[in-house]
């Protein structure tokens, strides 16, 4: 079953302009990730948050955990056309084994 | 430095077949997981290997058994593949508990 649900499914802007994609979840973590999908190709990891950080930073992207309202949020600034890709969030929730476990994923596109 | 390598890339195979799937990590990783994923499903996760000489199920194990053949190698096999079976399967690896995973670039696999 998904731990993670990523928000909105789909989403579509204009090179230049910030992307947020949301990913709530419904258990207890010890971190939270965020990958990107191109097309075709395996997942890449960008950022990985723990249950004790509340914001990261790596280049253009920005992470936010909140562990209160079991939600994050993944920003890229400044978007690129080479930015259109699916991301994906994955929990690794709390206990022993932090197996990662995927949303469903965002799939976006930047128009140049 | 290849990272995780899955092969084959591509596979088609009739109902009732069966095949193994490689996977190989040059990264001295601990942990190695074996994903599938499928339009609108994100990555469910089908075995895990925490360490060499242990492997685990995961979400979907049903129809697929697994090899943790050294710390490098871990295998996916379909003893009787079903057209259920048609999905893109990724390996992945990762060093430690709270560490991110590396994903080969994946097998797609196809089931007639």
């Known amino acids: 079953s998904q731990q993670g649900e990523e928000d909105p499914q789909a989403l579509s802007i204009q090179e230049g302009e910030n992307a947020t994609m949301n990913c709530s979840y419904k258990t207890s973590i010890n971190n939270l990730q965020w990958y990107r999908q191109n097309s075709g190709r395996g997942l890449v990891h960008l950022i990985l948050?723990?249950?004790?950080?509340r914001e990261k930073h790596s280049g253009r992207l920005r992470v936010t955990l909140d562990t209160s309202k079991k939600s994050s949020s993944l920003l890229i600034t400044a978007s690129r056309a080479a930015d259109t890709a699916s991301y994906f969030c994955?929990?690794?929730?709390?206990?022993?084994?932090?197996?990662?476990?995927f949303g469903r994923g965002t799939s976006l596109i930047v128009h140049p | 430095n290849a990272g995780v390598t899955q092969t084959p890339k591509f596979q088609v195979l009739k109902t009732g077949q069966s095949m193994t799937l490689q996977c190989a990590q040059d990264m001295n990783h601990n942990s190695m997981y074996w994903y599938r994923q499928d339009p609108g499903m994100g990555l469910r996760l089908i075995y895990y290997s925490a360490s060499e000489g242990t492997t685990d199920k995961g979400e979907v194990p049903n129809g697929y058994n697994v090899s943790r053949l050294n710390k490098r190698e871990f295998s996916l096999r379909l003893e009787s593949a079903a057209p259920s079976q048609t999905s893109v399967y990724f390996c992945?690896?990762?060093?430690?508990?709270?560490?991110?995973?590396?994903f080969g670039n994946g097998t797609r696999l196809t089931v007639t």
């Open positions: 948050i723990r249950s004790n950080e």
């Open positions: 992945a690896s990762k060093v430690g508990k709270d560490s991110p995973l590396h």
């Open positions: 994955a929990t690794a929730s709390s206990g022993g084994s932090y197996i990662p476990t």
